[in-house]
């Protein structure tokens, strides 16, 4: 194993001290692993999480557009409710907290309980949503029904505007539902990763073998393929996404992902071919976001999202967001 | 070789047609794999290029407050002499064009050959500016003296700032050079990288053996050496750097350079050690910039660039920019 780290048991808590001496907007909580805004505005506080291994998700997206305050757990695995509790009461200023969940039992049973713990012990108004975007298989080994992949970034980034916009806690958890309603996606990998505390892959491909439909922490997808071009991967991925959802003559924001490991030379080729494969069958490509936004250590590979468009969704992807890992909006 | 590409032949031209669909502010010039800003402004035009493979580099530095025109060439080779005239003609609006050459062979010739055709055809005033900021090895493989990497994005950005403001080709040309005097880089590698048309790795790395001082073409560096841990490498990358020019009480920016597969979370954990490093050397960091800036393909590794700061040079770094590859300033 060749990683550029220190020691395999404490990545988690050095890659947040670094993230917060790359971004001095944000304030690192280290006993907590907790990530979140330095200056804070009274709004609906939206909070994120879970394991580590996706980043810059999720304490990469912390700052104005986007979350207020990020938990961490270890690697691909969810943070304690104690450490949720701590990002819930960074993020709160009265206005009520908005928690963004990826649909694995390990996140929602911890994410539930410090939600619980928290509207008895403090009062807070607090509002859960479950993101469950991916396609590939309808149980996975650590969710009952969809994972939650790279369309999170698309219901943080639309909360996240509709929050910053001084929406109540029902309108954010509102176009959050409708996000969530609205985007799919599925993703492959031509590689495995390697959990630092492991030292050896999660799972194996043979040299000219890809992964379809797999997970974000290696779980197993649809099938072991032989090596697809570009086209033909975006048209497995795309087609699965197509059956389940019709978007036919709707506006549509994407997403193409990398894994960690897939050059940017790629991103763009796989990009490209989405368009193409979009445009033959009359969707219309409105805005694309291309990069390592939900990442699998250095697993090589990528995932597509697609997010149906209406004025509002438009409107709110649109507003302008800084944070480290996404910038939008820029004038 | 697994790689998410349609032809090996053709991945420069799709890769740069990917990259005009994500990004609609610039055209892409098919004939002559030129990226160019959609909207001109009269300025002191930015030209830069060279091989592909390096991506975001270069077209994904075309935009406001960085280059107007990125030739690419075939991966790992320079472009025509013709590519980079076209290039000129689209960044040109009458004030003069700045060449920003990476210091390999083949740049250094197609760029000035270029030049000359231009100044005398077209009577168009051209500077142009070699980056050398690599203090691994004093020649290389594909060149004579040091080469270029990563701390060209420092060059791109200062000089792109002074542009936009409206700075006279002599002084652009003058905060440019003044920027190379003040950078340093040293990279490293972790695993090779493979060419697509040539399918099998440039060079090999040994289970456990990392490359230091490696160039972003493969080339060979100082010692293959066992695996260290980020604060080891840092230390290396550093040591060289602080051995070759004096920043102590100096404020600096830092760029960490993943070099294509490097996972998020490895970079963060290194910024995190540069930061150590430099303070507790007396050096005041002052604004970071982590991601994938030169690649090299696929290789796993990172590279380290320190600029020395003064008031003129920090003001121009925290101009705004708006391109794909770095957005600065957003407010």
Known sequence: MKKLINNPNSVVSEMLEGMAIINPDVIYHKEYNVISRKSKKEKVGLVSGGGSGHEPAHGGYVGEG?????????????????????????????KGILLIIKNYS?????????????EAEDDINIKSIIVKDDVAVPDSTYSTGRRGIAGTIFVHK???AKAEAGGTLEEVYSIAQKTVTNVRSMGMAMSSCILPAVG???????????????????EPGIEKT?????????AILCDKILHDMEYTNNEVSIIVNGMGATPAMELYIVAKEVDAYLKDRNIIPYKYFVGNFMTSLEMAGCSISLLKLDEELKTLLDAPC??????????
Request: no cysteine; glycine share 14%; aromatic share 4%.
């Open 66 to 94: 986007m979350l207020d305050a990020a938990v961490a757990g270890n690697v691909f695995a969810s943070p304690s409710p104690e450490k949720i509790i701590k990002g819930i009461k960074e993020a709160n200023t009265g």
């Open 106 to 118: 390990g996140d929602i049973m911890n994410f539930e309980m410090a939600k619980e713990i928290t």
């Open 158 to 160: 639309i909360a996240g």
């Open 200 to 218: 050896k892959p999660g799972f194996s491909l043979q040299e000219n073998e890809v992964g379809i439909g797999i997970g974000i922490h290696g």
């Open 226 to 234: 032989n090596s697809k071009t570009a086209k033909e991967t975006v």
């Open 322 to 331: 800084n944070t480290m890992g996404l910038k939008v909006g820029y004038k």
